[in-house]
């Protein structure tokens, strides 16, 4: 939102296609995506905010749904997304702003956030984090006065567990040539040192 009222939005001017941001008629929403398979995702997120009922999280849901419904992101081939997320805040939530560096987001069992949370990683190939996400919105307690859902499943242990093993490898790697560059470095200069005798 800009001070006059109306949106604003950018997508950036490195994204790799297709990177766009959209905003609707009554600029009350904003839909932005990168590396989509086409236009027709963010407005088609648009679209299905506008035309649903409901709660701001209800409709944001259907957004999402929808988003992945017009193809999503183009790495995903016909799953759409792999990872999708919900958050909402109420007027009197704290204000947020934590970001985590871990590769599964923001822990809410360890920082606060807003009143709605809700968080999916799914397995490559398996089913839609979108459809997913829509389902643990469908089971939440709506009369909670918080919700907070975390779902990570195996995929998502899986891709923690394989980027474990390639920093292990890279930090493997790295002592090796610590130890063994000055051992050749030393076995080079003695051979020289043989070689001049």
């Given at each position: 939102?800009?001070?006059?009222?109306?949106?604003?939005?950018?997508?950036?001017?490195?994204?790799?296609?297709?990177?766009i941001d959209r905003?609707?008629?009554?600029?009350?929403?904003?839909?932005?995506?990168?590396?989509?398979?086409?236009?027709?995702?963010?407005?088609?997120?648009?679209?299905?905010?506008?035309?649903?009922?409901?709660?701001?999280?209800?409709?944001?849901?259907?957004?999402?749904?929808?988003?992945?419904?017009?193809?999503?992101?183009?790495?995903?081939?016909?799953?759409?997304?792999?990872?999708?997320?919900?958050?909402?805040?109420?007027?009197?939530?704290?204000?947020?702003?934590?970001?985590?560096?871990?590769l599964l987001g923001?822990?809410?069992?360890?920082?606060?956030?807003?009143?709605v949370f809700v968080?999916?990683?799914?397995?490559?190939?398996?089913?839609?984090?979108?459809?997913?996400?829509?389902?643990?919105?469908?089971?939440?307690?709506?009369?909670?006065?918080?919700?907070?859902?975390?779902?990570?499943?195996?995929?998502?242990?899986?891709?923690?567990?394989?980027?474990?093993?390639?920093?292990?490898?890279?930090?493997?790697?790295?002592?090796?040539?610590?130890?063994?560059?000055?051992?050749?470095?030393?076995?080079?200069?003695?051979?020289?040192?043989?070689?001049?005798?």
């Amino acid at each position: 939102m800009v001070l006059d009222g109306s949106g604003a939005g950018w997508s950036g001017a490195d994204n790799m296609d297709v990177a766009i941001d959209r905003r609707n008629a009554d600029q009350t929403a904003a839909s932005q995506g990168n590396i989509l398979v086409d236009v027709a995702v963010v407005d088609a997120a648009l679209a299905a905010f506008d035309a649903s009922d409901g709660a701001l999280a209800d409709r944001l849901v259907a957004a999402l749904v929808a988003g992945a419904d017009a193809g999503g992101g183009s790495r995903c081939d016909n799953q759409t997304a792999t990872a999708a997320a919900l958050i909402v805040a109420a007027p009197d939530d704290i204000a947020y702003a934590e970001t985590d560096a871990s590769l599964l987001g923001v822990d809410p069992d360890a920082t606060e956030v807003p009143s709605v949370f809700v968080s999916v990683l799914v397995e490559r190939g398996g089913q839609r984090a979108p459809d997913r996400l829509a389902q643990a919105w469908a089971d939440a307690d709506r009369s909670a006065d918080a919700i907070v859902i975390r779902q990570v499943d195996e995929g998502a242990d899986t891709a923690a567990g394989q980027i474990g093993t390639v920093v292990l490898v890279i930090l493997a790697v790295g002592l090796a040539a610590v130890v063994v560059g000055p051992v050749l470095f030393i076995r080079s200069r003695l051979r020289r040192r043989h070689s001049t005798n």
